[in-house]
């Protein structure tokens, strides 16, 4: 078990993954004002800008995951002793936000668990041909042992969109005027809630002097947890559209 970072270096100049995901973060961008000035609203914006804030969050979970980026990468900034690349920080606009507004939209008008539930795993699969190609080319590794080291991503970004969708929604059906701008917060947080409770399993077997076996069970309960948290949330939301969000204590006995 490797006690610190090694050094990679990328086969191809990382400029591909700044251009590529930059191009997504603008396109996202402007989307966010054209729809926003459309619909007379500070949301799609604030999102924006809230997922930029959230990529802070980044060194962390990179730490926790055992994830190290090439160093030939242009660098973004440097917390933890880890430089996040600028091509990674981008990249959270249109996979953190941007999808988060749509979900959020679709909520709105009548979307079904289940389609939201095919958008996790649309959301999972295309973070996951990203890992694909990122890792071969060597731009950016796992470190840890197997089978964890495959799961330090793509799964947790299947509830998170999701997630943050959600409380998008909810929150922008009690929020109104210059307050809207509040919900540019629900990125910054809503991320890290969500690799912190589904990662826990993986984060903690990585970190701790267990066997394979404990190591695969720690994999599927990232797994389990992470369609647990996408079942919670379209539930929940379903409940909310309905008007039944309260818990309900149990009827007395007789």
Sequence with gaps: MLSSPPVTTSDVDTTVFLVVFGGLACATFVAAIVHGRRTR??????????ALVCALNEPIFD???????????????T???????????????????????VIATLIAR????????????????????VELVGTSLGSWSYYGEPPLKYLGVSPM??????????????????????????????????LPAV??????????????????????AAGVATLALCFLVVLAATTI?????????????A???G
């Design 195 to 216: 690799y912190a409770a589904a990662g826990m399993p993986m984060y903690v077997a990585l970190h701790a002097d267990v066997g394979r076996p404990v190591q695969y």
């Design 110 to 129: 009548g979307a079904t668990a289940r389609r939201l539930q095919a958008i996790a795993f649309g959301s999972f699969v295309s973070v996951t041909c």
């Design 79 to 101: 917390a933890f002793g880890r430089d996040i690349p600028l091509f990674l920080v981008v990249g959270y606009v249109p996979w953190v936000a941007g999808l988060s507004v």
């Design 251 to 253: 009827a007395p006995a």
């Design 41 to 50: 609203d500070v949301v799609p914006v604030a999102a924006c800008l809230g």
């Design 157 to 190: 970004m299947a509830p998170v969109p999701i997630v943050c969708g959600a409380l998008i929604f909810m929150l922008g059906t009690r929020l109104k005027g210059p307050s809207r701008w509040l919900i540019g917060l629900v990125p910054v947080f809503s």
């Design 237 to 249: 939301v379903d409940r909310w559209r309905a008007g039944d969000v309260a818990l309900r204590a």
């Design 63 to 77: 730490e926790l995951g055992k994830i190290v980026y090439a160093e030939n990468a242009v660098t973004a900034y």
